[in-house]
């Protein structure tokens, strides 16, 4: 990972979503009626959280699981619902201020600590599972990889990742998307190719006892994502906590 375009980047997208866009994507995240294409994508976002969800679960007593890049919350609030122990990180400080909000109102089994940072600051310690979803879609397939990997290196048992696939219907969507009105432009994304993924991912040195698999892709109109599912195979779960920091 190249740190400087990593940090360029990160800063960016913290930007995008803490100051620019804050208010577009707190109505998508939530009830309230929006156009046809926002539609679309929150229809497929809720498809990619189902999906995430499945892999880990209903049962998720004693499991200290990383949210990276948690947005407003709802997959953070789903897992404690379930009885983990959360980690809910994002870089908009308005977003985990909305997240709050919206997890004071849900019954929980578990327990969230909601966090305004970097989501691979290893003073979070190590975890069972992470879930990002559309967490790295605004990074270079070295960087995306490079976080992986580092995410990886403190997790357990499994990640649960989502990125943008690269496929000409999905460049031929994101350049008529340029043409749309500005509220209903998606933010900067960096479609890549599940292969290549799989492939640069097989080569990291500290992902090389895991199994690597591409879940279901979602197309739901201007929403295409991918699941990314990365498994531990070397160590046996032990129920009594020791995964945790």
Same mark, same amino acid.
């Given at each position: 990972?190249?740190?400087?375009?990593?940090?360029?980047?990160?800063?960016?997208? $913290?930007?995008?979503?803490?100051?620019?866009?804050?208010?577009?994507?707190?109505? #998508?995240?939530?009830?309230?009626?929006?156009?046809?294409?926002?539609?679309?994508?929150?229809?497929?976002?809720?498809?990619?959280?189902?999906?995430?969800?499945?892999?880990?679960?209903?049962?998720?007593?004693?499991?200290?699981?990383? &949210?990276?890049?948690?947005?407003?919350?709802?997959?953070?609030?789903?897992?404690?619902?379930?009885?983990? &122990?959360? #980690?809910?990180?994002? #870089?908009?400080?308005?977003?985990?201020?909305?997240?709050?909000?919206?997890?004071?109102? +849900?019954?929980?089994?578990?327990?969230?600590?909601?966090?305004?940072?970097?989501?691979?600051?290893?003073?979070?310690?190590?975890?069972?599972?992470?879930?990002?979803?559309?967490?790295?879609?605004?990074?270079?397939?070295?960087?995306?990889?490079?976080?992986?990997?580092?995410?990886?290196?403190?997790?357990?048992?499994?990640?649960?990742?989502?990125?943008?696939?690269?496929?000409?219907?999905?460049?031929?969507?994101?350049?008529?998307?340029?043409?749309?009105?500005?509220?209903?432009?998606?933010?900067?994304?960096?479609?890549?190719?599940? $292969?290549? +993924?799989?492939?640069?991912?097989?080569?990291?040195?500290?992902?090389?006892?895991?199994?690597?698999?591409?879940?279901?892709?979602?197309?739901?109109?201007?929403?295409?994502?991918?699941?990314?599912?990365?498994?531990?195979?070397?160590?046996?779960?032990?129920?009594?906590?020791?995964?945790?920091?």
């Amino acid at each position: 990972m190249d740190p400087t375009s990593y940090q360029q980047r990160r800063n960016e997208v $913290e930007h995008y979503f803490d100051r620019t866009a804050f208010s577009a994507w707190a109505r #998508l995240t939530s009830d309230a009626p929006v156009s046809r294409i926002r539609a679309t994508v929150r229809a497929g976002r809720e498809r990619m959280r189902a999906n995430m969800l499945d892999a880990l679960g209903t049962d998720l007593q004693g499991r200290r699981i990383l &949210d990276a890049g948690c947005g407003a919350g709802a997959i953070a609030i789903e897992l404690a619902r379930r009885g983990a &122990d959360v #980690l809910a990180v994002d #870089l908009s400080r308005q977003f985990i201020e909305l997240a709050k909000e919206r997890a004071a109102r +849900v019954p929980s089994e578990g327990r969230i600590l909601w966090v305004a940072g970097d989501m691979l600051d290893a003073n979070f310690g190590h975890f069972d599972h992470v879930v990002a979803m559309d967490s790295l879609i605004h990074y270079e397939v070295v960087d995306m990889t490079r976080a992986l990997e580092r995410l990886a290196e403190r997790t357990k048992l499994s990640l649960h990742v989502s990125f943008a696939p690269r496929t000409p219907i999905l460049a031929l969507m994101h350049a008529a998307g340029r043409c749309l009105p500005r509220a209903d432009r998606a933010p900067s994304i960096v479609p890549l190719a599940g $292969e290549m +993924v799989l492939s640069l991912l097989s080569k990291k040195s500290g992902l090389q006892s895991c199994k690597l698999s591409l879940g279901e892709r979602v197309n739901s109109g201007f929403y295409v994502s991918q699941l990314l599912n990365i498994e531990h195979l070397t160590v046996a779960y032990e129920p009594n906590g020791m995964s945790h920091a």
